[in-house]
């Protein structure tokens, strides 16, 4: 393990146990090596760990500056510091304030790095219609899974929270969308996932169309019962998934088009 490795390793392992002193220590230790690249690094996820929006924005900057490839700055420093602050979220060390500050830093390097990364790279991603059940306004999971995608180069269409069965149905085939990702925190509304899915199969649309769902309520049991594609047990998991899944759509589409050319 290089040097650089080894400082960078540090310093998220002290993120992700709020341990300012090994934090400060490994900052110093990569000013002294001198490397630019490792600096904005840091500091790119210092910055949504902390919600520091103008940490973020100079970071970035620095980032290409010193060569790091926009996407990566996106992933390895935005996207982790967002994770950082998922675990943190979840552990109840930060709540609710502290995750929308932590939004708004990494959005704050996204609107700088987003346009630097070339259209082939961050337009064939796929498109997710993504949105908290109706009958649940609890939506800071969907926030953090909604930055994290965002963060990786997914299209997102976020129609927000208490969202009617029709309107995601409407709204993914209005949008050619391959996914939907729903959430929720309450058991009751855990039917209203159910109800998606009861009209995807109605509409003749669940070939074309995958799911996902989460939340403090949903379990890989319910995700069975009721015949989702997918189920994200956290934010990192979601991204995997819904990449999954958007795979999954991609590859059956290819083998239709071969099938008509033959």
């Not at 650089?4 to 990569?30: C, P, Q």
């Not at 939340?215 to 956290?234: F, L, M, N, P, Q």
Request: hydrophobic share 40%; aromatic share 4%; with cysteine.
């Amino acid at each position: 393990m290089s040097k650089k490795e080894e400082i960078l390793n540090k310093f998220t392992e002290a993120s992700t146990e709020s341990d300012e002193d090994k934090i400060e220590e490994a900052m110093n230790e990569a000013k002294e090596l001198g490397d630019a690249q490792l600096i904005a690094h840091i500091k790119l996820i210092r910055g949504v760990d902390i919600g520091d929006e103008e940490m973020c924005e100079e970071a970035a900057k620095e980032a290409v500056e010193a060569g790091m490839e926009p996407y990566l700055a996106i992933i390895d420093g935005l996207a982790k510091g967002m994770e950082i602050v998922g675990d943190k979220y979840e552990c109840k060390e930060y709540f609710l304030p502290e995750v929308l500050m932590s939004a708004d830093a990494m959005y704050k390097g996204l609107d700088y790095l987003l346009p630097l990364i070339p259209k082939e790279e961050k337009g064939s991603k796929g498109k997710i219609i993504m949105g908290v059940v109706e009958g649940d306004v609890h939506d800071i999971g969907k926030n953090i899974v909604k930055a994290m995608l965002t963060a990786t180069g997914y299209e997102l269409v976020d129609l927000g929270r208490d969202v009617p069965t029709d309107e995601f149905i409407d709204k993914a085939k209005a949008e050619g969308a391959q996914v939907i990702a729903m959430s929720t925190l309450m058991t009751p509304t855990l039917m209203s996932m159910k109800s998606v899915e009861d009209k995807l199969t109605k509409e003749g649309m669940k070939d074309e169309v995958k799911t996902i769902i989460g939340g403090g309520s949903v379990t890989d049991e319910w995700r069975a019962k009721i015949g989702s594609d997918a189920y994200g047990k956290d934010a990192m998991e979601a991204v995997d998934k819904v990449k999954m899944l958007i795979d999954q759509i991609m590859v059956a589409v290819r083998k239709m088009k071969e099938t008509k050319e033959q």
